[in-house]
């Protein structure tokens, strides 16, 4: 496409938007189809008319009154921002310290983060099932929290960059007035990096609300279940509801949906200056 | 008690006077590298010491292992008497304004300069600094260096100047004994950096402190230093009043970067002979003096009170500064020049001052 | 620490937590002193009919014994095996556990299922007197009952006799054989829409429509003596005839889950499937299709011999105070109103012969209700669910369905060589 | 700052998760593997290699090692080629167009894999799904997407390769931004077109992206199927779904297989090992040809 774009701007503009509409719509569809399914009355479920007509509340009645939308919603919040927040914690004294106690440790300690990245959870599952069991963490909030803070690497890895942004001279300025080196990173280095706090915060946040083996083996049962495993599990014996099926998905990936909306430009960002342009 | 005064009293009533700083024998690596090179140095309590060098000549690691920030590979830092080469940061009473000021971006002006005061409430409820005394001790310092209307701002919203001047309220503002200034007028612009100085030397009249101040700037260093420090390749080569060092440069090195226009230099049999450009002479043709030269006028740069007048001759170039009410010259002149014996700075083969 | 004495280590751990609890003194049961037990279930928790029925059953226990706590879990059916086992390795067993009968012999012996005979004590004999007595047999560990029937269905046919009349078939004669199967299904496809279906293939992997379809062929999974037999002329035959509808097109090669939400659409004619979900059956076809049912149909010269399929209770505490709360509830939902509950409102067959003719529980049931009536007619001649021996009998039980059975029905796969390689790997597995 | 000691308590969680929930259970797992147990009853003594070679006895491993490898290079293009032409028609035209389109892009890696998984299920259905209904339109005969052999592994790439693409393009983003767009006008004033600024300008800047996000989507494409062979086909029709990390799994979890499950944990483990060193060896010897 090179000399269309100088003689005819607008066909050129037209492609771009042709192009990426469809890829956006491609990417989107099956998610947008399960939005417009879940308010499809049974006849109409498997109907190929995208438009929901005549539309019917029915399917989040029905999700409402018989599924535990409310418990599961809330286990899997408390899981997320557990981890989330457990991630954060632990990412960001690390970078501190890899980036201003002891910078000569960064080599190695990132490293074995990229290598923990690398192991595919499966290999290990079965060990931490155990330890988890034996801890008596099973159908538990700190099972379903603790040990997926192995994953904190990511976070550590996206984390440090920021931190080693900070200019070191502040960091030197708070520890002459006095600071402790807690103080600094509290003062100092948190406010600094919050940007980027808030976006790798989003982002654990999201995968662990969609994190389907752990809880499906540490807390599948419907009271202590996370949204993925209620979702897995609505298909019963007796045939599959797709209306409120959807319905339910649409309910439990909304929240998020919506909070990635919001938070995209910053997850982005938070990409970009942790310079995870790899 | 008078508001324009820096010195008041510390909580724990003890007046403010400056600390004798005593280096011996460090020596800080990089790698193979050596940033400080057997540096050996005192200086004195409340003197305004400067620091001057090119860039890279260590100064800035000197300043840094004086802070605590930086670890000196072998001697050690006698504060007083007392070893602090190993103390930790925080607890050596002294204070830093970096090259950048580096303000907290996230507190407001009177956040930056409480900082230290409100950790030391925070370490000691009991005997720390109460917060009266906090907010007095702030809005003293910032009437002292007209910031009052700027308490709230952060700085992002502040001018060079402004941010100068609140790195130097955050960093007097504990009445450190010891006050470390890294390159502080390196990011202001000219007109800023009288008032700066000025600033400068009101605060280490009236505080007290001992006052070390690095700068690649030799007129900064010139004019403001009560102690001189020359530093190249990780040494000091000359430490001494400025007219001390200005007028009996300890080598080459010095001679050439202390003064401006820097001093003319010509190698001999033994060494090299130099002279400052404003003990030369010019004359149209012929001269007197106990060193003359000839050669031809390359260029003239009026400056105002004179102008410095840069010859060439066989041996290369060399500058003459005419006064005001002399016969200048011109472009293409024939000139000769003439120097006093009086004058001539003799430099060994090895580069060093030859008495005479 | 080696790692081998680690292993050990947790194992002396878990024995010391179990020992701790096994030591609380029991107590008398008592509502103002309520014992909690917890109740592994997948009819609990679901969409649909299983769900609001396993939930009345509660609802009742807990209206009828004020003095026992249930706290129901809700576990996926494929996973109510895992689930227990992974709790038991936890040091934290479910109490009592609804589990298919496919995975009874694993649970027996790597569980610590309880004898129900013994708990009940002399009440025993008085309870069970009434229960079908091949199925209570079943559930047998070491000689003694370990677990009553609960969940119990066997494959019936279902069918939409619209489409029936659609297709110029009388509704009022069902076919009764494999053979006459092919023909109504032939005569439906014709008429534009799907033929029949044999939910042989569902995505829990469970094996008892192939071991209907096996023993109604005359043959069996598993010999008499244990020996494995999937690849005897009479399951080759069973399975190749169940082939042969996909083969000409009037079967739909799709798994469970699809065929049923065809049927539930009123597009698939004819339906083999668990009793199971006649609940939901019925609600999908409701105002849509004239939903009924038929006897599971014979293969060849022989009698239909439908194998059941569902799910038994077992009990494994090992604490006294929770055994015995846990037998009031396996009472409960195994006496005459626990069995009532369950066919009105899930569709599973009622275990005890004569509450179908009772006017006190399911008399006025059936009477408006004959979806059910069928299978309950076949209820006294079904063949017994069969377990693979060896360690792992569920590994077995999904190679057989993985590798020979949706190959074979769904994709044409030959079915000798088949049946006879899987045979092979099964053998090795079990041992035999 | 270097303060000497200190710096342990700010690692020391990190060390202990990183210790106590990967390394420790990777080692745990390579003990698991010489052993036999099925997680209930005591376990029994070493056998050796046994494990290691029960899973090469019988088909399965294997076949679910080449799906898996497959299966990564299958969504190699759509871990590199087609998020970076995406990218780079966004970061072409900056404006809230592009903000709109890159959220709707990212969308599968927000939304949840079960519901992303039963979705396509729904979609899928071979009897009354909507793709088979628009195949209808097109004469063409319905299609067992999920329960053919031929496809099923198809479906599972094109799901998976929703949820790379969305993820590589936000890498590839970050990496466009590094370009400076001053570069970009002076190539344009120098009458550069679109392409040449592509091909001059954004190749070599993306080049090394490229490298290390084609080598990242082999290390997570097999982890990204698994939510989606767990709820769509466990594997089936005929094991062509079936990868390494499910294999894993339903060792571990449904034949309780402890063993074995770690032995193939183990495997896979030492596979990665293999591609990291080959990786760095390629990489030390481009360095030194330097």
Known sequence: ?278 | MNPSSIVAAKPNGSAVNGAELELSGLRRQFGGVAALDRVDLRIKPESLTVVVGPSGCGKSTLLRVLAGLDRPTEGRVMSDGVDVTLSPLGARDLAMVFQDYALFPHMTVAGNISFGLRLERRHDRRNGPSREFIDREVSRVAQLLNLESLLRRRPAQLSGGQRQRVALARAIVRQPRVLLLDEPMSALDVGLRATARTEILRIHRELRSTLVLVTHDQHEALTMATDLVVMDAGRVLQAGPPEDVYRRPANEFVARFVGSPAMNLRPTDAGSVGWRPTDGRLYPRGGEGDLVLTGVVERCEYTGSGQEVVCRDAHGTFTVVQQQGEEWVRPGDDVSVGVRQSALHRFDLFGDRIDG | MKPLKLVGTLGALSLVLTAVSCSSTPSALSPANPVTITFSSYTYGVQGAAGTGTQKLLDAFAAAHPEVKVVPQSIPTADVLTKAKTDTAAGNPPDVVQIGYSKLAEAFQTLPVQSLEQIAGNEWKDHVSGINQALVNTGKKDGRVAALPFTVSIPTLFYNADLFRKAGLDPNRPPTSIDEVRTDAAAITASGHKGAYFGVVDSGKSDYLTQSVIDSAGGSTVGTDGSVTVDSPEAVRGLSSVQSLTRDGLQPAVGLDDATASFSSGDLGMFVVSTAVAGSLQKAAAGKFDLRSAAFPSFGAGKAAPTFSGAGLIVLSQDQAKQKAAWEFVKFLTSAEGYSIVTKNIGYLPLRADLADDPKYLKDYFASNRLLLPPLGQLAEVSPYRNFSGQNPNQAVVILQDDAVAPIVLRGADPQKTLSAVAGRIRELSGK | MTQKAGWRPYLAPLILALAVWVYGPAVFTAVLSVMKWNLTTPPSGLVGLDNYASLFRHPEFARAAGQTILSALALLPFATIIPLVLAVMLWQRPGRASVVYRALLFVPVVVAPVAVATAWKFLLNPLQGLMNRILEVFGIPPVNWLGDPGTALLVLVAITAAKVVAFNLVLYTATLSGIDRALVSAAELEGATRWEISRFIVGPHVARTTVVLALLSVVLAGQWTFTSVSVLTQGGPDGVTDSVYYRIYALGFQFFDTGAASAAGVLVLLAFAVLATAWSVVRRSRRASH
């Not at chain 1, 003062?187 to 654990?204: D, S």
Request: with cysteine.
């Open chain 1, 1 to 278: 496409m090179h000399p269309t774009d100088r003689l005819r701007p607008a066909v050129a503009h037209a492609l771009w938007h042709l192009v990426l509409a469809g890829a956006s719509l491609a990417m989107a569809f099956p998610m947008l189809w399960s939005l417009l399914t879940s308010f499809k009355g049974p006849q109409d479920v498997f109907s190929p008319s995208p438009l929901p007509w005549p539309a019917t509340l029915d399917n989040y009645a029905a999700v409402l009154s018989s599924w535990p939308v409310g418990m599961l919603v809330g286990n899997t919040f408390i899981m997320s921002a557990g981890v989330a927040a457990g991630q954060l914690v632990i990412a960001v004294l690390a970078g501190f310290a890899l980036v201003v106690l002891a910078p000569r440790m960064r080599p190695a300690v990132l490293s074995a983060c990229t290598i923990a990245l690398a192991v595919p959870p499966q290999a290990i599952i079965i060990p931490q099932f155990l330890l988890t069991t034996r801890l008596g963490w099973q159908n538990s909030e700190l099972g379903l929290i603790v040990p997926q803070l192995g994953t904190s690497a990511l976070a550590v890895l996206l984390l440090v960059e920021h931190v080693a942004a900070v200019p070191a001279a502040q960091i030197e300025a708070a520890a002459l007035q006095g600071a402790r080196p807690i103080e600094t990173l509290w003062h100092v280095v948190l406010p600094a990096i919050r940007p980027a706090i808030l976006a790798v915060g989003i982002l654990v946040f999201i995968t662990t609300w969609n994190e389907y083996l752990w809880p499906l083996l540490i807390a599948p049962r419907s009271h202590d279940a996370t949204v993925q495993i209620g979702l897995a599990q609505f298909q019963g014996e007796g045939g599959t509801d797709y209306g409120a099926l959807m319905a339910a998905s649409v309910l439990t990936s909304l929240p998020i949906v919506v909070v990635y909306i919001i938070a995209s430009r910053r997850i982005i960002d938070s990409f970009i200056k942790a310079g995870l342009r790899p």
